[in-house]
Nanobody, 122 residues
Framework: QVQLVESGGGLVQAGGSLRLSCAAS????????MGWHRQAPGKQRELVAV???????NYADSVKGRFTISRDNAKNTVYLQMNSLKPEDTGAYYC????????????????WGQGTQVTVSS
């Protein structure tokens, strides 16, 4: 199986920056998409940013121009650089990967990390 471990969350003032990391490990054969979702208290989980194995990216409108997603394929790691943070960016940030494992290389499924908390104070 695939395990995702996030790090880099914390408390920051509005206008500040944080960098999240997510490392995938396990019996990985291939990873297609990797991305970040977030969930604020009382709200549904939403997509923040996603990147594919060929380097293409997509962002939620609310974070365009402020957040940058990047990926190190050799390390199976995805990053989220968050700048100009706003209080509305507060929430639990979850890493997500669409991956296949050894022995089932044709079968892709979604894997999720446990989440890391980001709190932006005003």
């Amino acid at each position: 199986q695939v395990q995702l471990v996030e790090s880099g969350g914390g408390l920051v003032q509005a206008g500040g920056s944080l960098r999240l990391s997510c490392a995938a490990s396990g019996s990985i054969f291939s990873i297609n998409r990797m991305g970040w979702h977030r969930q604020a208290p009382g709200k549904q989980r939403e997509l923040v940013a996603v990147t594919t194995s060929d380097g293409s990216t997509n962002y939620a409108d609310s974070v365009k121009g402020r957040f940058t997603i990047s990926r190190d394929n050799a390390k199976n790691t995805v990053y989220l650089q968050m700048n100009s943070l706003k209080p509305e960016d507060t929430g639990a940030y979850y890493c997500n990967a669409d991956a296949s494992v050894l022995g089932s290389s044709w079968r892709y499924r979604d894997y999720w990390g446990q989440g890391t908390q980001v709190t932006v104070s005003s």
